[in-house]
């Protein structure tokens, strides 16, 4: 059974860069898309990206331009790292994995809450 | 605002059966698969139903989905009182290339 963890920081100051880790421990990470999804109070969940084991990347345009992320084949974790935060991206971040568009998101971490203030 | 529209809340008593709604558009549900997820206060989505109607296993047949046209369904019969969490869905969206999601529905257990 795939178990996903996110580690980073809870809280990071306005403008600075938010940097998140998700580690993968119980299967290969090899086949699957790893995904990274946000839930701001109150609001519904947002999709952030997702990287493919080969590295390829697609993200949400509304966050393009500030988003990168990575993937660590030799660790089995991949990572998330936003820029120039605002308090708008205060919300618990969750990774998430997937095989295929058909079958669904079939993996989830617990997600971790980030705070952002200044 | 979400992409894919559910009511915010549903109730039933024990026993009883729920239905909670998934609406989207053409370019996710309409041509993509709807999933639906389980989710408990403070922990992970739990994956309940995959391409449409597909349950993983350890999902008590309780729970089934359907789809039809740009909307998707997830029917709970024989309500207990651990069903009670927030239920959302998602599809993919062509477009975005991505992950589009409802904005979940609070089931309670009267």
């Known amino acids: 059974q795939v178990q996903l963890q996110e580690s980073g920081p809870g809280l990071v100051k306005t403008s600075e860069t938010l940097s998140l880790t998700c580690s993968v421990s119980?299967?290969?990470?090899?086949?699957?898309?790893w995904n990274w999804i946000r839930q701001s109070p109150g609001k519904a969940l947002e999709w952030i990206g997702r990287?493919?084991?080969?590295?390829?990347?697609r993200y949400n345009p509304s966050l393009k331009s500030r988003v990168t992320l990575s993937l660590d084949t030799s660790k089995n974790q991949f990572s998330l790292r936003l820029t120039s935060v605002s308090a708008a991206d205060t919300a618990v971040y969750y990774c998430?994995?997937?095989?295929?568009?058909?079958?669904?998101?079939?993996?989830w971490g617990q997600g971790t809450l980030v705070t952002v203030s200044s | 605002q979400s992409v894919l529209t559910q009511p915010p809340s549903a109730s039933g008593a024990p026993g009883q059966a729920v239905t909670i709604s998934c609406s989207g558009s053409?370019?996710?549900?309409?041509?993509?698969?709807v999933n639906w997820y389980q989710q408990l206060p403070g922990a992970g989505p739990e994956l309940l139903i995959y391409?449409?109607?597909q349950r993983p296993s350890g999902v008590p047949d309780r729970f089934s989905g359907s789809k039809s046209g740009t909307s998707g369904s997830l029917a709970i019969s024989g309500l207990q009182s651990e069903d009670e969490a927030d239920y959302f869905c998602?599809?993919?969206?062509?477009?975005?290339?991505?992950?589009?999601f409802g904005g979940g529905t609070k089931l309670t257990v009267l």
């Open positions: 998430a994995r997937h095989i295929s568009s058909w079958w669904g998101i079939d993996s």
């Open positions: 119980g299967d290969s990470p090899s086949g699957y898309y």
């Open positions: 990287i493919s084991y080969s590295g390829t990347t």
């Open positions: 053409s370019s996710d549900i309409g041509s993509n698969s």
């Open positions: 391409n449409n109607n």
């Open positions: 998602a599809s993919w969206h062509d477009s975005l290339s991505g992950w589009v």
